[in-house]
């Protein structure tokens, strides 16, 4: 599916649906959205850029294998679900700043929460994608 | 008393540490372990002996009345005593006797494990820690049995051992816990104040019953007991140590512990009595064929338990008085008669009896432990077998009705073990030695010594019975009668009938002796029956069930994906049909839904078409598209009914779907036709019925009453309590968050899966 239109497309849609995928992500405690559907939105900007450009091309962009994102996601879910114990609190107890942060909003354990759940989902999705069209 | 019973456990855990040091010179120190708690049981005799039980209580699962309590009373005095005794000459005779053994430090990490394993078996007053150590000797034993891994036999042996006994244990586990929830107690100390409520109880025979089963696979009872002579492909000291002294006497020790609780009914004592009896002559005349002195030891050890089965089974004062010093008298002068086996299969290579001979002009210290430990097994006064024996007779003559047929039993019974005594103790030392034997020598110490001790226990007791009448004997019989009763044991009782007994068994035995001479040509006459004995039962119903398995799972598991959804959903279908057969509470209010929309009308229509295109397409993209096509349709349904969350998700996962799909599809050859008409006939009329069966049973829930509870909490409390105006979300990461942590793993692990497989799979295709 190498055609030109697609790959210029491509190359464009890459870093607008990784930010749209970050907004779906923020927006996600008041409005439709979070860290499941972000990751997704964000495995699919990185799935189409490889299917215009080859997988090799769209590896050169993370640098890193998306394998990693995996115990990354995973260790972020789990700190902040274990932060509340340093304060008494019970573990995953919702503890959130007082004043809004520009941007991005109120920020909680629960947004760090579903950040890790973000990480998680996009590790996982390309490495299974990777996996399976790099071996068939 | 935890830490003697641990330290076993503990010395077996240390051994891969200090395996270097035991190879080495360090093994000398390892019989120290047993001596130390020889030493420290010995003490306790004072007190015991004056009915005073020794109390250890540790707390260790109160919650389910599990506790780690110890009781030291008689009977576990005996136990305790024959285990670190016995114990101590074993681990002295494995010094040399596996002297060099790459495996030696293994073999005294198995052999201290199940020394633990025993002593906590004979101490625990809690039945369930009972159960636990009675498991743990089967698996000792298990390693033990299975020592020399390299040789398939005895392999088997270990296995068929394990399976026996295993199966033993789990009719063990059941039985305590019917017996502990009958008797309101897991504690034998107080579960013996609930005798007569238990003995009268709706579950006793279903008790004696798994307790039974229990003790005659421990204790190879008939039809059980053919994993014992299997069992003898262990080294001589284990035979000696767990399969003739302690570890086959553990089913004993069971029935002798009930015995207070649970005994005397006519169910007890029948069963016992009947068992009993006929594994002692069943195992004394099989033992008359044997050429392997390892296996006429074996059947004569088979033939020893079915005599204190058949005891306690007896269960009269005088009975269990028989049954407590016949322990003592068979564990001196079998362990003695095996550890002699062992130094002869060592030093001459062979352990056939029809070869042997002789062989006291070489070694002449273990031939007078033979010697000894032969006419304490023929019940020759003065030894202490011949106050055994005499003990048994006079169990056997009192009984009224049946005692001409039992005493009868009795009389066959120690006339053939008289014979087996005689073949393993007697003959290979006497007569002519053969050339080939002239350059046996005597064997180190440490290896003649230990069977020369315990054959002279024998004669010392039989000599000195008051040395062990008050500190041990009475002890044992107090614990197992439960109440205040004096015994007296003497070796001389005058003229009477029992002596006359006696006499006659001697004479019987000597006779047979001189006249059966064992041979390859007696041995093949037995093997003839071979087919129909317990074990090539248990082996054809091994294989069977082999066969069956391999079947049922080749049957089911069958690797076609395919094939697991049909048996899925037709399974499904049968289920939901048979539950809507039962009766379908279809009740829709047309009044109460909402008037159909022109886009609900489109959405379904655009679904209907791609399922069609679905199947019915040649070419595989084009059904994957529809299916994409599906999933889009199913979006735009849960968008109209105000479910934007679970919409947005639908989406990205279907266009992940769908490129995986292509992903994988891509690479397969072109369209092919790999099921025939009917098949596809087949799997359409089952979807149809799973999907009709689907689609009434969601009919069915619209009719059921809505309970909004859930929902309204959430949707109240998710910015109250949660911070949060989407409800979706606030439950995702707040109120189930505990939950997509657990997913999010799960996803983890489903994708290292995948990776690992496909390119696992690529490296092995790439070294080829």
Known sequence: MKTIIFKTASTYLLPLLVLFSIFILLRGHYLPGGGFVGGLIASIAFVIHSFANGIDQTKSIIKFHPGFLMPIGLAIALVSGAAPLLIGESFMTGLWFEEPLSVIGMVGSALFFDTGVYLVVIGVTLTIIFTISETI | MIIAILSGFIVASMVPILSKLIKGKGSILLPFLPLGLFAYFISFIPKVSNGIAVDRFYSWVPSFGIDLSFRLDGLSMLFALLITGIGTLVFFYTFSYLKGHPYLDRFYGYLSMFMASMLGLVLSDNIITLFIFWELTSISSFFLIGFNNDDPNSRKSALLALSITGLGGLFLLAGVLLLGTSGGTYSIQDLLSQSEALKSSANYNWIIFLLFIAAF????????????????????????????????????????????????????????????????????????????????????TI?????????????????????????????????????????????????DVSVLSGLRKVMMPVAIAAFLAALSNAGAPPFFGFIGKDLIYEATLYLGDWAYVLTGAAIVTNVCLLFAGLLAGYKPFVGALPTQFEKVHLPHPTMWAPPLILAGLGLLFGLIPSLIEKSIIQPVFTSLVNNETVIHIKLWHGFNIVLGLSLLTLTLGAMLYWKLKPSENLMS??????????????????????????????????????NYVITILGFLTLLLGYRLYQGVNLYIDFASLTDLTIYEVIVVIIMAVSIIFTVFSKSRLVAVASLGVIGYAICLIFLFYSAPDLAMTQFSIDTLTVILFVLVIYNLPKYKTFSS??????????????????????????????????????????YLLAKGKNVVNVILVDFRGFDTMVEITVLVIAAIGVFSLLKLRLKSIEKE
Do not use: C
């Open chain 2, 677 to 718: 008409i009917g098949v596809r006939i087949r799997d359409g009329v089952l979807s149809i019925f799973f999907g009709t069966l689907i689609a009434i049973l969601t009919l069915e829930v619209l009719s059921e009453p809505l309970n909004r509870e859930t929902s309204i909490f959430y949707a109240e409390s998710a």
């Open chain 2, 217 to 300: 696979t421990k204790s190879a009872q008939f039809p059980f007991h053919f994993w014992l002579p299997g069992a003898m492909k262990a080294p001589t000291p284990v035979s000696t140590y767990l399969h003739s002294a302690t570890m086959v006497k553990a089913g004993i020790y069971l029935l002798a512990r009930f015995t207070p609780v649970l005994g005397g009914t006519p169910e007890w004592n029948n069963t016992l009595i009947i068992v009993g009896a006929v594994t002692m002559t069943y195992a004394a005349i099989h033992a008359l064929f044997r050429l392997d002195m390892k296996g006429i030891l074996a059947y004569s």
């Open chain 2, 303 to 351: 033939s020893a338990l079915g005599i204190l089965v058949f005891l306690i089974g007896l269960g009269t004062e005088q009975a269990l008085l028989a049954a407590g010093v016949f322990i003592l008298v068979h564990a001196l002068y079998k362990a003695t008669l095996f550890l002699v086996t062992g130094i002869v299969d060592h030093e001459t290579g062979t352990r």
């Open chain 2, 525 to 562: 006459k037995t093997l003839r029956f071979e087919v129909i004995s317990p074990k090539s039962l248990v082996e054809k119903f091994r294989s069977l069930f082999i066969g069956l398995a391999q079947f049922w799972t080749g049957f089911f598991q069958n690797g076609y994906l395919r």
